[in-house]
Structures are given as C-alpha cells and as structure tokens.
Antibody, heavy 123, light 107 residues
C-alpha cells in the first residue's frame, strides 16, 4: 500500500523553527512531485509548497515564502519542510501529499496524503 | 491568484438524496480541477480528478463535470458515509488554491 508518514511537528514558540519530514513507501518517489498542505484548526485546506521530482523546481505560497523551505532526498524517499520564523497563524496540521501522475510541469490532483503532523506555535 | 468559490458553504440532506455542489474559479483553470472529501480528523481523499474522472476505488455515485470556470460535484444517492466536507482545488497555476469547502450534514 502506498503510504506517506509525516513527523516532526510539535509545540514551538513564536519565532522558532521545526523540520517536518514525510517518509514515502511503496512507490518510486523520484517520479512524482510532492507538496505540503496545511489546515488550521477548524479551517479549510491551504496549499503551502510543492517540489518537482528531482528537487529542482520549488514553489511556495506567499504566506510562507522566505520562511519555509521544501526539499527532498530521493535516496531516502523523504520529503522535508523546514519551517522558520514561525508565527501563531502557522498553527495547523501539516499534510504531505503526492502528485497523482508526474514529477514536473503542471500539477495534478494529490492522490495520496499522509496522516498529518500538528504544528502549534504558542508562547 | 485564482480564487475558488464553493457553494453552498453547507447543506443538510437525507440519505438517498441527490446532492450537487458547485465550484467557481475566478479565471479559467481548464480541467485542472479536483474534488476531495475530508472527514473529521482525517486527511483529504481525492474523489474526482481533472474535473470529471473518477478516482479508482471511489463509488460511482460520485461524478464531476465542468471546464473553464464552473464545475459541479454530484452525489447521486447520498449514503451515511458521505457526510463530510468537500473541497475543490485548482492545479492550473501556482499558487494552487482550494475552495473554502462545502459541509454536508445529516438532515
């Protein structure tokens, strides 16, 4: 079964940092673009960032640009999100998600999602 | 940025009802429009991709239509397990954007 498993969330003070990880299994990881999507408590889904299969093409939402960095290690089948300068409005469940069909170009639907990791920013 | 507007924001329906909700994009997204179902405490699940293609394993009572700016998701006969929140998403251009969701509740 294709799986994504996030880790790295937690409670952090405003201005702090975390590194989120997403371990992929049972599919050829490098063949697919990957993304992070977050959901604040009681709110809707917000796209955060995406990365191409070879890691060379990265995209960010304006709300996180300059503070968050997406990366991947295809040898470890793992996606990362480095989150810095955290603010209260970054509090959310962070999901990683797999592009349905391709590694690069225009994105497709997200066909596989992890279970999410909670990031809470509070003093 | 492309804004996605879903309507209604919520609806109450009974088991067996036919329900339709809409998603409107602020500019054309061609057919780069996808529908997700999310239940409380769970990750979203794709139901329909590319506006009208049924994801493998999803019951055939779900269908999608539309192109350009106007899209619909229809559940032909609502089942108890369908009570959830439904989101549309465009992947035509970055930033990728989701609608605000339609919550389907039991009447």
């Amino acid at each position: 079964e294709v799986q994504l498993l996030e880790s790295g969330g937690g409670l952090v003070q405003p201005g702090g940092s975390l590194r989120l990880s997403c371990a992929a299994s049972t599919f050829t990881f490098r063949n697919y673009a990957m993304s992070w999507v977050r959901q604040a408590p009681g709110k809707g889904l917000e796209w955060v960032s995406s990365i191409g299969g070879d890691g060379g093409d990265t995209k960010y939402a304006d709300s996180v640009k300059g503070r968050f960095t997406i990366s991947r290690d295809n040898s470890k089948n793992t996606l990362y999100l480095e989150v810095n300068s955290l603010r209260a409005d970054d509090t959310a469940v962070y999901y990683c998600a797999k592009d349905q069909f391709r590694a690069n170009g225009r994105f497709d639907a997200f066909d596989i999602w992890g279970q999410g990791t909670m990031v809470t920013v509070s003093s | 940025d492309i804004q996605m507007t879903q309507s209604p924001s919520s609806l109450s329906a009974s088991v067996g009802d036919r329900v339709t909700f809409t998603c409107r994009a602020s500019q054309s997204v061609s057919t780069y429009l996808h529908w997700y179902q999310q239940k409380p405490g769970k990750a979203p699940k794709v139901l329909i991709y590319s506006a009208s293609s049924l994801q493998s394993g999803v019951p055939s009572r779900f269908s999608g239509s539309g192109s350009g700016t106007d899209f619909t998701l229809t559940i032909s006969s609502l089942q108890p397990e369908d009570f959830a929140t439904y989101y549309c998403q465009q992947t035509y251009s970055v930033p990728l954007t989701f609608g605000q969701g339609t919550k389907v509740e039991i009447k």
